[in-house]
């Protein structure tokens, strides 16, 4: 499966952004989605997570509460809702599909920069 990241962009702190991770092929729905983020000069880390159905959630406890991960099988594509952004959220957002053996297949990334 191929993954494009979109929605990054410029936001003032308190803003608010919409992650989209476009799917291509058929077997999206098999995949637990997530997503990561790099921020500068720091290792990639998690950020959400979703199953394959969209019945199950899990979420760093530094984004709990203002992220929101969803899908949608039918359109081959995953969200991250990102609520009250903060500087320290600034980073490369990536999403990743879950194979059973690790997250395999990767997008490119979006930047995220989050204004003070």
């Known amino acids: 499966v191929q993954l494009q990241a979109c929605g990054g962009g410029l936001v003032q702190a308190g803003g608010s952004l919409r992650l989209s991770c476009a799917a291509s092929?058929?077997?999206?729905?098999?995949?637990?989605m997530g997503w990561f983020r790099q921020a500068p000069g720091k290792e990639r880390v998690f950020v959400a997570r979703?199953?394959?159905?969209?019945?199950?959630?899990y979420y760093a406890d530094s984004v709990k509460g203002r992220f929101t991960i969803s899908r949608d099988n039918a359109k081959n594509t995953a969200y991250l809702q990102m609520n009250s952004l903060k500087p320290e959220d600034t980073a490369v957002y990536y999403c990743?599909?879950?194979?059973?053996?690790?997250?395999?297949?990767w997008g490119q990334g979006t930047l995220v920069t989050v204004s003070s």
């Open positions: 990743a599909a879950e194979s059973g053996t690790g997250y395999t297949y």
């Open positions: 979703i199953n394959w159905s969209g019945g199950s959630t």
């Open positions: 092929g058929r077997t999206f729905s098999s995949y637990d």
